[in-house]
């Protein structure tokens, strides 16, 4: 017999958000690779401008999916990693990014012209 299971829509709505924003499954995907990443190196990484992931990274960190690290340091150095619950995200989204990557031999050949090919595993 199907019981019905009711569902608060609220949190889903606030990790929709999250997730609808164009970087950031790629930046979670990449921060879960390399465990920690300085912003510059994640920048030059995925070819994001700074500011899209200056942006991408606050909310990530305001969701408490990643966390930022200052150092005190000239220049400035901001290290950025996944929290426990940003790694438990990525796991979440990996079967999407395979699924996308494979799409129309995504895996194997470039989609388009200059594409810029991210690692996912």
């Known amino acids: ?5 009711e569902l608060c829509s609220c949190p889903v ?3 929709i958000d999250v997730v609808s ?3 950031t499954l790629l930046i979670v995907n990449s921060l879960g690779i390399h465990g ?13 401008n700074p500011k899209t992931l200056s942006d991408t990274l606050k909310v990530l960190v305001e969701q408490k999916l990643a966390v930022r690290v200052p150092y005190n340091t ?3 150095k901001v290290e950025y990693s996944l929290s426990s619950d940003g790694y438990e995200f990525r796991e979440a989204i990996l079967p ?3 699924w996308a990557a494979g799409r ?3 895996i194997q050949e470039p989609c388009v012209p200059g ?5 996912i595993l």
């Open 21 to 23: 924003k164009k970087w």
């Open 36 to 48: 920690t990443l300085r912003f510059k190196d994640l920048s030059k990484l995925l070819g994001v």
């Open 104 to 106: 129309d031999g995504g």
């Open 74 to 76: 000239i220049p400035p």
């Open 115 to 119: 594409c810029k090919r991210h690692k």
């Open 1 to 5: 017999m199907h019981q019905d299971t």
């Open 13 to 15: 709505k606030g990790i």
């Open 96 to 98: 999407l990014l395979m």
